[in-house]
């Protein structure tokens, strides 16, 4: 199955900008994903990368893909105080369900 | 309509309680999902419905029942539940249960059992 990781917190200054890592070492997922989840809410898609893609830039999110390290990263550029949450990332595994990472906490601080 | 709700938002019950919790989509999704996320982790999968249909339940104790009475419908019906089920239940959806169909998640509904 996919077996994902990622840093567990990251706090950064509000304008500044914020990376995400996680790495994973099941390959057979075709699209990989970032969910944000805000306190006391459920998972929101931020955006996510085909796997055959190294990078995805959506306007503030941009996704980095190193297939071969098999690491993927988010950037927030300009990073706000709304943007205070935890960030998952995930994959589907070879039985075709979907697999987080353990989550980054995300602070940002004025 | 590009929603997942879940009522309740909060349910507190004691173990010898029978209670249910209930996810709506107006997508025309045919795959619904059970997650369960304790604090701080991960969502964990517990049941997948496909064209209504059961098609993973993920080693789920008993005392957590599925069902899905139409394609838009999802109910987890809870009966002598333990204290450390208590969690956020999440519900989710997507068009079909297959690689690359976003899934869009609800609310959650917090349960404490006591």
């Known amino acids: 199955g996919e077996d994902v990781e990622q840093s567990l917190f990251l706090s950064v200054r509000e304008g500044d900008s914020s990376v995400i890592n996680c790495t994973y070492t099941d390959s057979s997922s075709t699209y990989l994903y970032w969910y944000k989840q805000e306190p006391g809410a459920g998972l929101q898609l931020l955006t996510y990368i085909f796997s055959n893609m190294d990078m995805k830039q959506d306007q503030r999110l941009t996704v980095l893909l190193n297939k071969k390290d098999k690491h993927l990263s988010l950037r927030i550029a300009d990073t706000q105080t709304g943007d205070s949450a935890i960030y998952f990332c995930a994959g589907f595994d070879s039985w075709g369900k979907l697999q987080f990472g353990a989550g980054t906490q995300v602070v940002v601080t004025p | ?114």
């Open chain 2, 1 to 114: 309509d590009t929603e997942v709700t879940q009522t309740p938002k909060h349910l507190v019950m004691g173990m010898t309680n029978k209670k249910s919790l209930k996810c709506e989509q107006h997508m025309g999704h045919r795959a619904m999902y059970w997650y369960k996320q304790k604090a701080k982790k991960p969502p964990e999968l517990m049941f997948v419905y496909s064209y209504e249909k059961l098609s993973i339940n993920e080693s789920v104790p008993s005392r957590f029942s599925p069902e899905c009475p139409n394609s838009s419908l999802l109910n987890l019906h809870l009966h002598a539940l333990q204290p450390e089920d208590s969690a956020l239940y999440l519900c989710a959806s997507s068009r079909v249960d297959r690689q690359g169909n976003e899934q869009f998640f609800g609310p959650g509904t917090r349960l404490t059992v006591l």
